[in-house]
């Protein structure tokens, strides 16, 4: 079983940064693929960067791109999410994800459902 635990959430200005660190454990092809998603109160939740483990290919959702990067160390089984010029906007429950490997036009956050999900980690911009 895929276990996810995370670290680096945070309270922070709008316009201040924050980096998310995701730790992985469990068999590596049940990972073959990871992510970050959010969700506000009272909001969907809404997937904000996926990432192919043995590629490195990203896709970020409209409303984070150019402001957060997604990136991986396979070595340490860790997934980082920066995440730069943030707006109150942003502030939600983030966490990462995992799941077996999926075609990449299947990683696009609008579409990708993974299996295996931390248990969040607050980020608060005011």
């Known amino acids: 079983h895929v276990q996810l635990v995370e670290s680096g959430g945070g309270s922070v200005q709008a316009g201040g940064s924050l980096s998310l660190t995701c730790t992985a454990s469990?068999?590596?092809?049940?990972?073959?693929?990871m992510a970050w998603f959010r969700q506000a109160p009272g909001k969907e939740r809404e997937g904000v960067a996926t990432?192919?483990?043995?590629?490195?290919?990203?896709f970020y959702a409209d409303s984070v791109k150019d402001r957060f990067t997604i990136s991986q160390d396979n070595a340490k089984s860790t997934l980082y999410l920066q995440v730069n010029s943030l707006k109150p906007e942003d502030s939600a429950m983030y966490y990462c994800?995992?799941?077996?490997?999926?075609?990449?036009?299947?990683?696009?956050?609008?579409?990708?459902?993974?299996?295996?999900w931390s248990q969040g980690t607050q980020v608060t911009v005011s």
């Open positions: 994800a995992a799941d077996r490997k999926v075609p990449y036009g299947y990683l696009r956050p609008a579409l990708y459902e993974p299996k295996y």
């Open positions: 469990g068999p590596t092809y049940e990972r073959g693929c």
């Open positions: 990432i192919h483990a043995d590629s490195g290919i990203t």
